[in-house]
Structures are given as structure tokens and as C-alpha cells.
């Protein structure tokens, strides 16, 4: 896939750092959008998530929720997080149902002569961890690395046991197969990359991403379609465009989309979600 950088004016750089996001980080980002998601998420109180430092590990968090998460549940969540975080910074959690391709790994008893793999090539680069059991006492680690965020399903013995874990890697249906497989190279490709910053990098689908999540902020500010127009081309293109049909179909394409995405699409564009649920 081809990527590019963008001309972008100073008021869209906020916006870059979601070109190292995955598919499950730009379905919360279109979610955090919704204004029924966040009159659910204002319900939430801060006293049902328990949150503690890590025992073992620096950069480490223990998210559990104190009482059932029905209204998360609904939205395709493990449990209720903050809309006002973005998708890298955000303690999304995707069930199992909402987002069936995230990564599986089983967990064993380790002995003590025996190393994993798995966690000794994660933990090589600068990452932080967050470990959420959901009410059901279902396990998740979010690894955060180089700007993107890689959830990870986990079963198997807990990893907060007594005794060491060894890790592997999970494929639990052919269906998927092939899917599941480019998600584990984009996630390995994120631990393999050497930190520092870089350009923000897009290909067709994240820009139209992006441009949707622009074309969102900008109604939800009282914005018009035009102005939409004027801050992804610029005053001057769209003095010379408007009057066209061509900037106004793209522009409501571009709003239609992303207005889809927001309102439940996510779920079966984004997360690969079955088509019935919830």
C-alpha cells in the first residue's frame, strides 16, 4: 500500500498523530464522536474502574471494573472509557464480539529454565502496558509503543498468577485466517520500528479516515459543509472550486462516511464485527 505525506496547515498537525493508529484505535476515535456514546460515557463514575500500579513491570497499570459494564457492553466495550482521550492515549478495551480478529494469546505455566519469546521482544522496546480484566474476569493487554496501540486477548493461566507465564500466539478459526495474520505483522512491524519521530505517513484509506474525523469536529462546532472544505483545501482552492460539483460531492461523501462510522458503522467496517451484533 502506497503511503504520503500531507500539506497540512498548523490548526490539522493535531490530527497526525492518528496515521500510526490500527483499525481498532480509528473505530474509537469515531465513537468518542458520538453524542449518544458520550451521554452513556458521562454515566460512568471513576470509582467502578479500579486502577493500580503494575506489581512487576515499570510503565504498567491494572485496570479492573467494580460493577458491571452493561452500557459498554453495548458499544462493543470491555468497559467504559473517557471520550475525551484520544485513540492512542484512551483505555479502549474491544470485546471479543465487537472486534473477534484482535490478537489471541494463550498463556502456560512457564518453568524456570524457559524464556518467552513473546514478552522478551515486546519488552526490548520502550512500551507501556496496561492489563484490564473485565467483569467476567476476562483478560486484555494493551501494549503502547512508537505512537501506536496494540491490543491483545488473552486466556489460557492469568497473567497475574504466583507463577511466570510463557506466551503464544493464537489463530482460533480459518475464516479469519488471513486477517488475523496482517494483524499480527502490523504489530510486530510496530514493536521492530526504532523509535523517534517521523512524518506523519498516509495511505487513501487513513487520509479519508482523517478527513471524515475533521469533517465531525468541525459541524460539531457549528461549521458548515464549505467550511469543512476550506480546512482540508485551503480559502483559496475553494474560492476557485465551490462552485462545482466536484469539491461539494467529495465534501458529502466525505461527511456521509464519516457520520456512518460514528453512528455504528465502526463496527463492521472497522472492527470486522459480526453483522448482527450487538
Known amino acids: ?28 476515535e469515531f465513537l468518542r464522536r458520538s453524542p449518544e456514546f458520550r451521554r452513556d460515557a ?51 478495551v474491544w470485546s471479543r464480539e465487537a472486534f473477534p480478529d484482535q490478537i489471541e494469546i494463550y498463556c502456560i505455566t512457564r518453568a524456570p529454565h524457559q524464556k518467552c519469546e513473546i514478552w522478551e521482544h515486546v519488552t526490548t522496546v520502550s512500551s507501556s502496558y496496561t492489563h484490564v480484566t473485565d467483569f467476567a474476569g476476562r483478560e486484555y493487554l494493551l501494549v503502547r509503543c512508537n505512537g501506536s496501540v496494540v491490543q491483545n486477548r488473552c486466556s489460557g493461566v492469568s497473567m497475574l498468577g504466583l507463577e511466570p507465564v510463557r506466551m503464544k500466539l ?19 512491524a510496530v514493536y521492530d520500528e526504532k523509535p523517534g519521530r517521523k512524518a506523519a505517513k498516509w495511505s487513501k484509506t487513513t487520509q479519508v479516515l482523517r478527513d471524515g474525523l475533521i469533517a465531525l469536529d468541525c459541524l460539531e462546532l457549528g461549521g458548515t459543509r464549505r467550511d469543512i472544505a476550506v480546512a482540508l483545501y485551503g480559502l483559496e482552492r475553494v474560492q476557485e472550486e465551490w462552485g462545482g ?12 462516511k464519516a457520520e456512518r462510522l460514528r453512528d455504528g458503522a465502526y463496527l463492521s467496517d472497522l472492527l470486522c464485527a459480526d453483522p448482527f451484533f450487538p
Open 170 to 188: 493464537m489463530i482460533s478459526d480459518m475464516q479469519s485466517f488471513s486477517r488475523r495474520i496482517k494483524l499480527l505483522q502490523a504489530a510486530f
Open 245 to 256: 460539483p466536484s469539491m461539494k460531492h467529495n465534501i458529502r461523501y466525505l461527511v456521509n
Open 42 to 92: 458521562a454515566l460512568r463514575q471513576e470509582h467502578e474502574i479500579s486502577a493500580i500500579p503494575g506489581p512487576c513491570l515499570l510503565n504498567a497499570r491494572l485496570l479492573r471494573p467494580r460493577s458491571s459494564q452493561a452500557l459498554a457492553d453495548r458499544w462493543g466495550l470491555a468497559l467504559m472509557a473517557d471520550p475525551a482521550r484520544n485513540g492512542y492515549d484512551a483505555d479502549v
Open 1 to 28: 500500500m502506497q503511503h504520503f505525506t500531507l500539506d497540512s496547515t498548523t490548526d490539522l498537525t493535531r490530527y497526525d498523530y492518528l496515521w500510526r493508529l490500527s483499525p481498532d484505535r480509528w473505530a474509537w
